[in-house]
């Protein structure tokens, strides 16, 4: 099937860029001697788990149960469910994935642990977990150090709980205004966790992961001695955020989004069949580094400036050539992981051809 004869709109992977765009984080971790565990909750698809493992990911990160479980059926082995699991109903769900497959997850205080704790006991299973360090979000996680330590030393007294070490993600570089802040919340990340990691191992507690996160600072982070893995998710695609922060080249961007012009109210404004239930409306923290909620390709001068449930919105400024009626048009969205969310399937396609239909497994896998 050739791409110009599916109807719009639809969500397009070019099929090059999401290789290179693997293999190139492949190689940067493994030159950094680092290991490379994905966040699969930018593509929520187990194809591309699986490339990612095929290019030497060690495993997967996911951020919700359901997302392991969607992916352990696919036949993923290694799963970090990076989050805090409290329900007795998700934590039946997580000891039951740990008699299938390796998991690990998340905790960030001595209820969550005990909980943990007691419902590894129950189910018969030794359930692997890492503590969550905040380093500057200011979300979940206890703070670097003694506090940190404190937990550690509770966890490791708890029956079948096995402490693998501490993770991080560092979600504030998404308001770094430079490309040089965005590496200096990287190298930052590292070295709070290193510092950590090391005030545990000095009290006889064994820390083997030091794990960080996010797109942006991991190449940064990854380089700080001490780390051990990092955890990225929207490299794989990379968005027009990304972009902007530096992280990345519009032609580093494999997901668009293909939209039909169906209106032109005005000279210096057309309308996409393309709205929120397809591009969605996150920009990122730093909204100055997005233009609008997205990049038109073939127009890169428009200005995708609001977006309806079923209709976005772009603006021209006098005399600049705009679209007609009918003309297709290619978005690289502001944000990719909440557009393959919103999609029932995705197309993957080289140049002008599709290669194949994937439906989003863990599309709404939220609990």
């Known amino acids: 099937m050739k791409l110009g004869d599916v109807d719009t709109p639809a969500v397009v992977i070019e099929r090059t860029r999401l290789e290179r765009n693997i293999a190139a984080m492949a190689a940067a971790a493994r030159e950094a001697g680092v290991a490379l565990r994905p966040h699969a909750k930018t593509h929520k698809l187990p194809a591309i788990a699986h490339m990612q493992l095929a290019a030497g990911a060690v495993g997967i990160t996911v951020a919700k149960v359901s997302e392991a479980e969607v992916m352990s059926a696919a036949g993923v082995g290694d799963v970090f469910i990076a989050n805090e699991i409290v329900s007795r109903r998700k934590l039946a769900r997580v000891a039951a994935l740990a008699r299938l497959v390796r998991v690990a997850v998340g905790v960030d205080s001595e209820e969550g642990a005990a909980l943990l704790s007691r419902a590894a006991v129950e189910e018969g299973v030794d359930l692997n977990v890492r503590i969550e360090v905040d380093t500057g979000l200011n979300r979940c996680g206890v703070q670097p ?87 990225p998710g929207n490299y794989v695609f990379y968005d027009a955020m990304q972009v902007g922060l530096g992280a990345a080249t519009w032609d580093d961007c494999a997901l668009r989004a293909v939209a039909t012009v169906v209106s032109r109210p005005t000279p210096g404004r057309a309308v996409i069949d393309a709205g929120s239930k397809v591009l969605g409306t996150e920009r990122g923290a730093n909204l100055s580094s997005v233009r609008g909620y997205g990049c038109v390709v073939e127009y890169p001068h428009a200005l995708l400036d609001r977006l309806s449930e079923e209709h976005g919105v772009l603006l021209f400024e006098d005399g600049e050539a705009a679209p007609r009626i009918g003309e297709r048009v290619t978005i690289i969205p502001a944000h990719a992981c909440y557009v393959v969310n919103l999609a029932s399937e995705v197309l993957l396609a080289e140049g002008k051809d599709v290669l194949a239909r994937w439906p989003v497994l863990a599309r709404g896998m939220v609990v």
């Not at 070490?165 to 308001?175: D, E």
């Not at 000095?202 to 893995?229: K, L, M, Q, W």
């Open 145 to 231: 150090g003694e506090q940190a330590a404190l937990l550690a030393r509770r966890v490791v007294e708890l029956s079948g709980l096995r402490l693998e070490g501490i993770f991080t993600h560092a979600g504030h570089v998404y308001s770094s205004r430079t490309p040089e802040e965005r590496a200096a919340t990287g190298t930052a990340e590292g070295e709070k966790m290193v510092e950590t990691a090391r005030l545990l191992e000095s009290e006889g507690i064994e820390t083997r992961v030091v794990s960080v996160g996010s797109t942006p600072t991991a190449r940064a982070a990854a380089n700080v001695r001490g780390v051990t893995e990092i955890r």
